[in-house]
């Protein structure tokens, strides 16, 4: 069955920068799409971005607009989450996710990753 394995999370400080990626396997379908998820303390969790197939489609959640890029790379098989300018309100537990074809918006995603812990300071 499909394993997502995420990396590259760790504590910044404001302003800093931090690159994750998530590397997939065991998938027996196609087309599929991905996306990043987090959940701070005590909040529920929260779309942040998502990209199709072929990344003909990208959503962000606003909060991140301009400061996060989200990009695949079909042929490793890994999701990345470049993110830039990190505010302290970005503190969260980040999650990769796969769904089978589905619109390009954060429904439809139920197999997880284990999570990357992300901390702005």
């Known amino acids: 069955h499909v394993q997502l394995v995420e990396s590259g999370g760790g504590s910044v400080q404001a302003g800093g920068s931090l690159r994750l990626s998530c590397a997939a396997s065991?998938?027996?379908?196609?087309?599929?799409?991905m996306a990043w998820f987090r959940q701070a303390q005590g909040k529920e969790r929260e779309g942040v971005a998502a990209i199709g197939s072929g990344g003909r489609c990208i959503t962000y959640a606003n909060s991140v607009k301009g400061r996060f890029t989200i990009s695949k790379d079909n042929a490793k098989n890994t999701l990345d989450l470049q993110m830039n300018s990190l505010k302290p309100e970005d503190t969260a537990m980040y999650y990769c996710?796969?769904?089978?074809?589905?619109?390009?918006?954060?429904?439809?995603?139920?197999?997880w990753g284990q999570g990357t812990q992300v901390t702005v300071s």
């Open positions: 065991g998938y027996t379908y196609s087309p599929y799409s």
């Open positions: 996710a796969v769904r089978y074809g589905g619109p390009c918006d954060f429904s439809g995603y139920n197999d």
